[in-house]
């Protein structure tokens, strides 16, 4: 092992440049358990520079936030390091004393997490939690950390920082939340950033902001950083170079571009399969789902541990001994783990899944015409009372209107706070339209609430939602969670065929029957996924709604869970209607997309129409936040500015104006955007867009994204 050891690491280290900020070396590290040592990370290398920024990708489970916890020296009392070393400037890690380390995290390293709200106090004002850091930290007065807190806050781009200081956590939004953070970070100018999935739960817009917020962080302050994620895009715009981990060991490494151009390593294309890339397409270039699951870390194969998934595998060469990381060519940084990298046809490894035709919509099946939905509020101002207006409303849902038919999927995305799942409650019956109507076999179901609804007509509209944990009752079984579906709607009553129901319809998400009888925790989250999947569909369902179905997965169980989706749409004709903020995965899935701003539609149409110009200006700038893993792909840079304006006090006009980057434009032409709500202009194919500029101009617009050296038209 330590000959392995010696040769990876040579791999690793580059020479050239500054002395490394954090160097890991053969490191191992294994927690343990009543079974015995699990070994998580195997013999990792890793050089940070000062000033640089290293992306970890992989799926859940390969080992990236373990590295990035043992860095911060959170192992907890059941883990730690096992082998080889941790040196932070030139000192052994595993050698500091546990004041050393206090002193070391939050002044020298510091670390970002996934949920904002698990490193904030919900109990304390966010400015005393930020006065915190440069008081422990530092021998500075209280007047100097407030200075330098609000100064921070200032410097991550938090409009009214003093209204921040003086705010709850729950007083601002996630995004802000996650700025708050960064900033808590950035208190003690840290010379090691270590950021874990810090966008994942925030829309695409404010994550195109934190992007680029990272991006000033390491220009400003020569910060190094560890960005740990499974949005190849995102480690595409955010960092110089990538290492790919998977089962606890590094795969591929090397610069950014050079591994996304050229990908030696399996499990890299792999990745890239599965995500809707430009160049990916339903129905000639589908997605292809990585075999397989990640194995356990007791449990790994001899040799290489993709193994077992890999399309190449070699029996008695990949399976016959430790797989060492080789250099490209001599003179490259980009390395892999795989002996047989330099044989593959990747031309013929890299084609989609299998080409398929495309469906053609039939019958309207839900007509949405004028829908309204508002929320009565009490407004018990002195100025509402003495008015004698003490009733406001907040206006989630304004004028809806568009259709679905047979067989086709309808997109709808937008921000979070636009309406988009006030309106699938609607739909649902757990709200009530105030207005216009949701058409679905003839009956209104706008003013039809769920406990005035036939099984019938509950069974014909089915959910998919994003979290299957919320959904799914612990203490039953999955058989029984099914089943209870299958007799509830009236589509089997004798036990024996209520089970054969249910496995047929674990093989239609093509799980084995034997999970019938599996509780929701031997589960992994996209095989829940797949349950709450069929039992949308046991239902014998017309119409799914899928709210954000793969945004918690992992990219493979994305690819998974979307193929699934589109096979069933096949079989059934069924019409799916799917909530996302996620146009590079709509644009993949949808065949018509509605976008949504603050309740209104400001743009419909199909996939191609709202993906080329002309554009609303909202739509073009969510194209525009669109992380995209093609460094061949470069796009308009359109950073949103402001916040989502509240519901309960719209824009008296157009309800982007805002913080729309054409506004002036719209002026120029005469209109006034803060006061006039704009027309839905319409092509000839109906192609709707809500806004003053005309379509004509809106057409000349350069479209967002282009393949580099194509012409922009």
Known sequence: MAEAGTANRAIFEVKEGPEPILECKDLCISYYTRAGEIPAVVDFNLVVRPGESIGLVGESGCGKSTVAMAIMQYMGANGGVTGGEIRFKGRDMTAFTEEELRQLRGKEIAMVYQEPMSALNPSMKIGMQLMEVPLYHENVSEEEAFARARDMLEKVHLPDPERIMDAYPHQISGGQQQRVVIAMALLSYPSLLLLDEPTTALDVTVEAGIVELIGEIAREFGTSIIFISHNLG??????????????????????????????????????????????????????????????????????????????????????????????????????????????????AADEGGEVRPALEPGEVVLSVDHMQKYYEIEDNSIGALLGGKATRYVKANEDLSF??????????????????????????????????????????????????????????????????????????????????????????????????????????????????????????????????????????ADVVVADEPVSALDVSVQAAVTELLMDIQRDYGTTLLVIAHDLSFMRYLADRIVVMYLGHIMEKGTTEEIFAPPYHPYTEALLSAIPIADPNVEKTHILLEGTLPSPSNPPEGCPFCTRCHRKARAQELGRDCDTEMPPDQKTESGHTIKCHIPLSELAEIEPVIRIKGESAA
């Open 234 to 347: 995102l480690v595409l715009e955010t960092c110089e170079r990538v290492c790919v981990m998977y089962s606890g060991e590094a795969v591929e490494t090397g610069p950014v571009a050079d591994v996304f151009r050229e990908m030696y390593h399996p499990y890299t294309r792999g990745l890239f399969g599965a995500i809707p890339l430009p160049s990916a397409d339903k129905n000639a270039r589908p997605l292809r789902a990585i075999p397989g699951q990640l194995p356990l870390p007791h449990m790994r194969p001899p040799g290489c541990n993709f193994g077992p998934r890999c399309d190449h595998f070699a029996a008695g060469r990949c399976d016959a001994g430790d797989i060492r990381m080789q250099r490209v060519n001599p003179d490259a940084r980009h390395s892999v783990r795989c002996i047989r990298w330099d044989e593959i046809d990747w031309s």
């Open 403 to 540: 259709r679905a038919r047979r067989a086709e999927t309808v997109g709808i995305v937008g921000e979070s706070g636009c309406g988009k799942s006030t309106f699938a409650k609607v739909l649902m019956g757990l709200e009530e339209a105030t207005d216009g109507r949701i058409m679905f076999r003839d009956v209104d179901l706008g003013e039809v609430g769920v406990h005035d609804r036939t099984p019938d007509q509950i069974g014909a509209i089915q959910m998919v939602f994003q979290n299957p944990n919320e959904t799914l009752n612990p203490s039953l079984s999955i058989g029984a969670q099914i089943g209870r579906v299958i007799r509830k709607f009236g589509v089997e009553s004798d036990a024996e065929k209520v089970r054969e129901r249910v496995g047929e319809l674990l093989d239609l998400v093509k799980l084995p029957r034997e999970f019938a009888r599996r509780k929701p925790r031997q589960l992994s989250g996209g095989q829940k996924q797949r349950i709450g999947i069929a039992r949308a569909f046991a239902a014998q």
